[in-house]
């Protein structure tokens, strides 16, 4: 008998249950509730085999009734570790998901999936990323992808379980936009010369454009493949450019794309792809 309790599987047991009677201390009213329910059954069940063991066997437990009782209880706690481990992902997931909270409600119609960055192309000089959810969360190719702050850029490749983003300040992207003061239209298309600035090209402006620095871009969502209204970022200053004789406008996110950890992609919205598919019935 002495020795099932010396045994290394009783100790595991037991400094498993001395660390859920920690957490349920140092956690937070919330979880406190949840970690007590986990740690009360636990001690429940070792009540039970250390008043048998107190009786050596006597008055209560037999050796074979006991050692039912671990096995029970091993998975029972197998169990319960399964739960928290549930109970923090789901709670991780709320956690991101409120940060968009504001988005969401200016934006009712949108639909948001959190995601997480896994890792970021080190041969991209436009920053472009690789996100924890894919096809199997709704994810399709070309969906926007944004921060709290505004849009940072759109779904390329999409697989199963993650998906690829290029960002705004990729010349891959083109999307269409004005300026929320003048009404002013253009395109914001990246730049190698502005990237490693963190900058992008508000660009295809007319001559007599009234775009001022400080002025706040934003999508004009006429093609379909972008919601309206999506802050992209603030115009920092004006250029022409000799090349194509157009006039641009810099553009500055209000987000450091080179620092992202965590976004939000727009799997749906209000007008989605509808000029695509007038363009297909035409």
Known sequence: ??????????????????VLVMLAVLTSNTENNFLSSVVNTLTFSMSKVTAASADDGRDGLSDQELLEE??????????????????????????RLWKFYDLKKEHPDFELIPASVLRKDPNDEFYSFTLDKGSSSGVKTADP???ETGLIGWVSECDTNTCKVVTILSPRTGIGAADSKSGDVGVVTGSSTLASDNLTMFSKLKANHKVEIGDIITTTGI?????KGLIIGEVTDLGYDTYDTSHYAVIKPYENLKKLTSVAV?????????VLLQNQKD
């Open 266 to 274: 727009i799997i749906g919205f209000s007008g989605q792809g509808e």
């Open 223 to 227: 093609s379909g493949l972008y919601p």
């Open 145 to 147: 992808v944004v921060s």
């Open 70 to 95: 671990y096995k029970r209880l091993k998975e029972e706690n197998a169990d319960l570790r399964a739960q928290l481990v549930d109970y923090y992902a789901v709670k991780s997931e709320n956690e």
């Open 1 to 18: 008998m002495k020795e099932f309790f010396k045994s290394a599987k009783v100790k595991a047991l037991l400094s498993i249950l001395l």
